[in-house]
């Protein structure tokens, strides 16, 4: 009778637990989908960092739509092997790969200026290169500031010119959830990092800096017909833990159950890139195809302009 007592209370404990899972699966993990059917046909996307995670799922979609996509990545053979993937997931042979590297700011003037000479229009540009390391990049910036931020900021600047000719068209910026943690300190922001914990602390700010720029891009774009949006992706199985050690993520092993994979992971960049009528919803934060308020730190629209000119000035562009 005891242990018959005992099996139900199991019984029921784990069919708590099991629902508690469906909860939060169904709320956190399974992402809504984009579900609008836009082609595409005659439009250019650009994509940073198309060749792994994210950034390569999204580039199939878009392919799918009939778009020419571009993928600007650094490395040569990762990038190939990704163009033949896409093309070949996708049906659509318009799939070409460029050089970029978002770690050397002549890497992105040379690539801007390659782009510009080749390509005759620019729809739909994609900031999605990130990466989550300490360490310093060839121009002497913090890793995650530059890649993620500064050199995105450049890029964006470079082909707003054709963005503007080819409107409506459309800017979308990789941010995350983690701008939740981060911090604009304009003394610090930009220097070198190193260890794990500064890395993670140096990548929410430069997420940080990702909604800003959205933010402030989305002022300076009225009227022009050319928008932009900045996603939160959710938490996705993607390589973006390449620098960790492996036991840090793998050792929890249940933070297996809260991750999505890529395909669900790029949808809501493929919203903010397809879906009509989110027009004026220019400069706002989107999670799940939804916009979402985000932290205050990345409301401040004093803060966005303050960044704006500081990155500016970093890279020698005011007069
Ligand atoms: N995964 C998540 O849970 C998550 C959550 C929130 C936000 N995000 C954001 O989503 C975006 C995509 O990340 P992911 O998770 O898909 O990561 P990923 O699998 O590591 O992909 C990152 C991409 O960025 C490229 N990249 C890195 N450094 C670069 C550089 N210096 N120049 C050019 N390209 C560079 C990588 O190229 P290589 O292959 O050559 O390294 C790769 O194609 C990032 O902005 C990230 O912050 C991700
Ligand atoms: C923006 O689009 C609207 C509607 O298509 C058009 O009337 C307007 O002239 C466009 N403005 C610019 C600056 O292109
Ligand atoms: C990164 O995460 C993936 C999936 O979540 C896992 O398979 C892989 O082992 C992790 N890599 C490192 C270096 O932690």
Redesign the pocket.
């Known amino acids: 009778m005891e242990a018959l007592g005992a099996l139900g209370a199991l019984g029921a404990g784990a069919a708590l637990l099991l629902g508690l899972y469906a909860l939060l699966y169904y709320n956190f993990v399974a992402a809504t989908r984009c579900r609008n059917a836009v082609s595409l046909r005659g439009k250019t996307v650009l994509i ?9 799922a999204t580039a199939v979609d878009l392919a799918r739509r009939g778009a020419r996509v571009v993928l ?4 040569k053979a ?2 190939e092997s ?1 163009m033949y993937d896409i093309r070949r997931e996708s049906g659509n042979s318009e799939v070409i790969l460029m050089i ?5 700011l002549n ?1 992105v003037r040379a690539f801007a200026q390659s782009f510009l000479e080749s390509e005759p229009r620019l729809d739909i540009l994609i ?6 390391k300490d360490g310093q ?1 060839s121009d002497g910036f913090d890793q995650a500031f530059q ?2 931020h500064l ?1 995105h900021f450049l890029l964006t600047h470079l082909l707003l010119d054709r963005l503007k000719r080819c409107a409506p068209s459309r800017i979308v910026i ?5 701008h939740m943690y981060g911090k604009i300190n304009f003394r610090t922001i930009h220097k070198p990092v190193e260890g794990m914990w500064e890395a993670l602390r140096s ?1 929410g700010s ?2 940080l800096a ?1 909604m800003l720029h959205a933010r402030e891009l989305a002022n300076q774009l009225e009227g022009t017909n050319v928008t932009c949006y900045a ?12 620098s960790f050690p492996w036991w840090i993520f793998s050792s929890l092993w249940f933070m297996r159950l809260f ?1 999505r994979d ?1 395909d669900a ?1 790029a949808q809501t960049s493929i919203y903010c890139a397809t879906e009509e009528g989110i027009e004026r919803l220019s400069g706002r934060y989107f999670v799940d195809c939804r916009p979402k308020v985000p932290w205050p730190q990345a409301r401040d629209d004093q803060l966005a302009k303050k960044l704006w000119e500081f990155s500016e000035r970093l890279l020698g562009l005011t007069a």
């Open positions: 940073t960092g198309g060749n792994a995670g994210i950034g390569k600007a990545c650094r490395d990762r990038g990704a970029l590297d978002l770690g050397s890497s900031n999605n290169a990130g990466v989550l990049t890649v993620n050199a990789l941010s995350s959830n983690a990548y430069s997420k990702n996603v939160h992706p959710g938490a996705v199985k993607t390589e973006i833990n390449r991750v890529c992971g």
